[in-house]
């Protein structure tokens, strides 16, 4: 291998598409998916319902515009919503919860790592408040949650945490970008974790590997708004199967992220050996607290090594593209030059 060939370690949303899949793109059933249906994107949707146990679902171009779209059909101007800090619906959406879906953000404390706690979302909704208060609707999820070094919540504490939204009446929407992920490392399925959610919107072009898009799954009824909302947003697209096609092979791939997991898992040991201080990790990402970020991070691209500040930590994220050799190389190369 190249010494200075580098190894993309900064997100999983850089692989490639690989030869299998770009067979299945090019062999794609099309038709015109906004005029009256493509029926590829109408089998991935139907699939992708089942797999998380809803009604239907809609393909989307971006995580974003499903979860844009959620929050624009669970929310009436000004009203407030809940979500774990430092979710990606609170800090990587560009405020489209606020321009868009006209809703009142509140961060949740994380009792762990991602996790926040049933009784903060009574703390905000507890049903007594006076009119002019706040008045929260919506309990925005993340599971596996990013910031947090792809940690993941497992099914006991979904139920806690969607029973106490029930309780104050709240509507559930599940940002599950890489809910795969978190069905892999709890072997329990995708339908169980979003079990009785409102909304949930799953990433196929994360570890899953498709070139571009996401899904969002709910009711019948929702899906229906959701259609004219992402036709609103620019999103409905022409011979969609193409991306439907790739977003079906992704979704065959779910058990090979487990591979993900492990190759995780060996760097974390590794470079603990080397003296650093790193997170144990639930799924895909390594998150290392360094002393300098950007020294840091400029001599890992140095040596060939590609990663990127999550705050004050290096975030290394495992997927197809990288395989357990790489992880040795890896090692290797930040052993010879840090
Ligand atoms: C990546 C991501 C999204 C958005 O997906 P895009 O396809 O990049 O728009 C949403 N939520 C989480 C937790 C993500 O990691």
């Not at 939204?165 to 929407?173: G, Q, T, V």
Request: charged share 20%.
């Amino acid at each position: 291998m190249d010494k200075l060939c580098p190894i993309d370690l900064r997100s999983d949303t850089v692989t490639r598409p690989d030869e299998p899949m770009r067979a299945a793109m090019a062999a794609a059933e099309v038709a015109d998916d906004v005029l009256d249906g493509d029926p590829t994107m109408a089998t991935l949707e139907a699939e992708t319902a089942e797999l998380l146990g809803q009604q239907d679902a809609i393909w989307v171009p971006s995580g974003c515009m499903g979860n844009a779209i959620a929050l624009m059909l669970h929310l009436s101007r000004g009203d407030r919503f809940l979500a774990p800090c430092g979710a990606h619906v609170l800090e990587n959406e560009l405020g489209t919860s606020s321009w868009l879906a006209l809703g009142a953000p509140q961060a949740l404390a994380w009792h762990e790592r991602g996790r926040p706690r049933p009784e903060d979302i009574h703390a905000f909704a507890s049903g007594e408040e006076p009119y002019f208060a706040l008045r929260t609707r919506l309990l925005c999820l993340e599971n596996t949650h990013m910031v947090a070094g792809g940690t993941v919540t497992s099914l006991e504490e979904h139920q806690r945490l969607v029973a106490a939204a029930r309780k104050a009446s709240l509507s559930i929407h599940l940002d599950g970008a890489r809910l795969c992920n978190a069905s892999v490392a709890l072997g329990v399925s995708p339908t169980e974790l979003a079990h009785d959610v409102d909304s949930v919107q799953i990433c196929l072009s994360k570890g899953l590997g498709a070139p571009v898009g996401s899904v969002l799954a709910g009711s019948a009824a929702f899906v229906e708004e959701a259609r004219r909302m992402r036709k609103m947003l620019g999103g409905g697209v022409r011979q969609g199967g193409i991306m439907a096609a790739a977003g079906r092979h992704a979704l065959t791939r779910r058990k090979e992220l487990a591979t993900d997991h492990n190759n995780a898992v060996q760097l974390s040991r590794g470079l603990r050996t080397l003296g650093w201080s790193v997170n144990d990790p639930e799924t895909n990402m390594v998150l290392a607290d360094v002393v300098d970020i950007s020294t840091t991070l400029q001599r890992l691209r140095s040596v060939g090594v590609l990663a990127v500040p999550v705050g004050a930590r290096v975030r290394f994220v495992l997927h197809a593209d990288v395989s357990a050799g790489d992880v040795t190389e890896v090692l290797r190369r930040i052993r010879n030059a840090l």
